[in-house]
């Protein structure tokens, strides 16, 4: 089942949630339970792995210690026996407790909920959202509004990172903006960890020509569709190339990653930058700023721009 790789997506950037459309069945059984942050995963595998057709993760509060709860819910046809999933469900926390005291004795409720309850809970995680001052994100099921002077981003909430809603994407977005403000859009742009293709998109909303990468099969399909939905097609060349390999240096480079990837690459990436272009990061905790920059402390490197939000920072550096 996909749901296994989409917790692993998901939680590859962003563990907030984690979801999963199956076709729909009129009742569901949906089995709650509060852990701590860090054996979250653990009991989402273990609904997934008794045959929950998906899952829903509560939203993580970043600036809480990985100790602090969340709500895991897993859901079940109405036709399975609640009670034989309860009783499993029940034993597993039970063993779980034993090797992670921190876990104490959480209790596991059981309700049962309509597929529309539930397919509409979780579309309320992705409402439309004003980026910046140039964007408009929207899920598909939102309709476009008339009269926008906003650039429109559809983007379909799905396997692959990057629905807008999060802080690293949302300071992408922005530099974007700042950059084809100040310097006019770019001719082409690298987008290095495309997920669901959003910043490409964004890009070539723009005009700009794109080359989008990602190591995630699934995230490349993910963007293909979305780059579709949005009309960009021939603007966006999609590939599961690495950055050895990358047509020639680009005048933006924008990479939304982990912290330490972004530290490992800063070689490959000065000579994917070109003179005088610009390297958009993000990934980073404020507690991971300072690593990142001495990574990127070469003289080839100025720091143009820093943007945050909550506890995630996004760096603009120009290439000398
Ligand atoms: N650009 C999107 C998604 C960022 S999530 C946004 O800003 O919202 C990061 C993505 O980078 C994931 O899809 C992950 O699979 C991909 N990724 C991680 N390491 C990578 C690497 N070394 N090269 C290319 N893609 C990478």
């Known amino acids: ?24 069945a009129h009742r569901w059984h949906c089995f709650s339970v509060v852990v701590p942050h860090d054996l979250v995963e653990a009991v989402a595998n273990f609904l997934l792995e008794l045959g929950s057709t998906g899952i829903v993760e509560g939203e993580r509060d970043f600036l809480q210690p990985l100790s602090s709860t969340t709500n895991v819910q897993g859901f079940f046809p109405i036709a399975v026996s609640g009670p034989t999933i309860y009783s499993a469900l029940t034993q597993y926390l039970h063993e779980l407790s034993t090797l992670f005291p921190g876990l104490g004795h959480p209790v596991p409720y059981l309700t049962e909920v309509t597929s529309d309850a539930w397919s509409e809970q979780w579309r309320n995680h992705f409402p439309p959202i004003h980026v910046g001052s140039r964007f408009l994100v929207l899920p598909p099921w939102e309709p476009v509004p008339s009269q926008i002077d906003r650039i429109v981003i559809v983007i379909n909430p799905s396997m692959a990172f990057g629905t807008g809603h999060h802080a690293t994407t949302q300071g992408c977005l922005e530099a974007i903006e700042f950059l084809c403000a100040t310097y006019g859009p770019p001719g082409r742009a690298l987008d290095l960890g ?64 982990f912290a330490a990837t972004l530290a490992t690459l800063a070689p490959r990436l000065e000579s994917a930058v070109k003179s005088n272009g610009y390297l958009t990061l993000s990934g980073i905790q404020l507690d991971q700023e300072a690593d990142v920059r001495a990574a990127y402390s070469s003289s080839r490197w100025s720091l143009m721009q820093r943007y945050t939000q909550e506890e995630w920072v996004t760096l603009i550096f120009q290439r000398s």
């Open 194 to 257: 495309t997920g669901s293709g959003i910043l490409a998109i964004a890009l070539a909303k723009f005009g700009t020509r794109v080359w989008a990468t990602d190591i995630d099969p699934i995230a490349l399909e993910e963007a293909r569709k979305n780059i579709e939905v949005n009309q960009v097609t021939p603007l966006i060349h999609l590939t599961e190339v690495s950055l050895e390999d990358p047509p020639a240096p680009f005048p933006l480079v924008v990479a939304n990653l």
């Open 1 to 24: 089942m996909r749901q296994r790789n989409l917790t692993q997506a998901k939680t590859s950037l962003n563990p907030s949630l984690t979801l999963s459309l199956q076709p729909p």
